[in-house]
């Protein structure tokens, strides 16, 4: 009888170790895909964030390169002009771009930066259309709003 008993103990003894080392296994294995979830997870935002500001500054490029052709329309502009004009063909193709650009930064950017930019396009705008008044410079009159513009946008790529 103390054989068997010592027997059914060692048995015991075994299947517990089996049992224990399951469930050793399985959470080692558990936290291990847990990390690797976490890592993917970790690496897919990193990702979208590259993504996403590669985004943006394609957007800033695109604002700023069109806001210098409206400004070197500004500078070309006639005292009169008639709606066949190539001045105004080109100009009113210019100030459309201006536009959609404008547009873009408000989706993709927070507002401080799409406020700045939209009050550039207003003097870029302005410029363009109805012209200055009297001793006022096309370089220095959106200078103001071009620099908070860049400043914002500096502030958010940062």
């Not at 989706?107 to 003097?123: E, R, Y």
């Amino acid at each position: 009888m103390t054989v068997m008993a010592g027997q059914i103990w060692v048995s015991l003894i075994s299947l517990g170790g089996v049992v224990l080392g399951g469930m050793l296994s399985y959470l080692v294995q558990y936290r291990t895909q847990l990390s690797a979830e976490r890592a993917e997870q970790q690496r897919q935002r990193i990702a979208l964030s590259e993504t996403r500001r590669a985004e943006r500054l394609a957007l800033l490029e695109r604002f700023i390169e069109v806001s210098a052709e409206a400004e070197r329309c500004a500078y070309t502009r006639p005292s009169e002009w008639e709606d066949t004009d190539d001045w105004y063909l080109t100009t009113r193709e210019v100030m459309y771009r201006l536009w959609v650009a404008d547009r873009l930064l408000r989706i993709q950017f927070p507002l401080p930066v799409h406020d700045a930019a939209h009050a550039h396009s207003l003097d870029l705008n302005r410029s363009v259309w109805r012209g200055l008044p009297a001793g006022e410079s096309v370089r220095d009159y959106p200078e103001g709003n071009r620099s908070a513009f860049l400043d914002a946008a500096r502030e958010v790529m940062g």
